[in-house]
């Protein structure tokens, strides 16, 4: 039920020209995983190679993302991945304030469907939008808030020629790891 709800939701957005974001898209990108995951990642939105496939992180950010979660015991088939938005920004220039409005509902939906009980939010743009500006020092901590515990870190993006935010990336998802642990 709750699968094919979020099925629905996809082909939603697939059809959506809710924002201008719908001109440019190849391929819209929904998000992809578990229904019943307790843990979701949120990024900020489609780049190039997501944008061809319509799957969420499977270009050089999702690789190390992918690496950093197996590091950390974290399989990608127990979590579900999306962004905030769910079309790629042209040139994968950061989302417009008036596009994540636009684009907020699905992200929404998918979480009042799947309700994670943790929400690890990768970079600015999902800091902001989940939990308002980011502050220095909130990130790889967690904060408790309507019964979710949300979890910010960096995007993997920005540690892609960065060998010191890959590790800062590897040590958050184990931290969060032990977290989730600590409550199952
Ligand atoms: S970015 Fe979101 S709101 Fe804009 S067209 Fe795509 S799905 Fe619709």
Redesign the pocket.
Known sequence: MKAEDLALIADE?RR????P??RG?IK?VPGEGSSNAKLIFIGEAPGAEEDRQGRPFVGAAGKLLNDAMAGAGIRREDVFITNV???RPPGNREPKPE?VE??QI?LKRQMDIINPRFVCLLGNTAIKALLGSPRPGMRGKSFEKNGRIYFPTIHPAAAIYNPRLKLVLEIHLSRLKGLLDSQS
């Open positions: 957005i959506c020209q809710l924002c974001l719908h898209r819209a938005i769910k079309c596009e636009a684009c699905y």
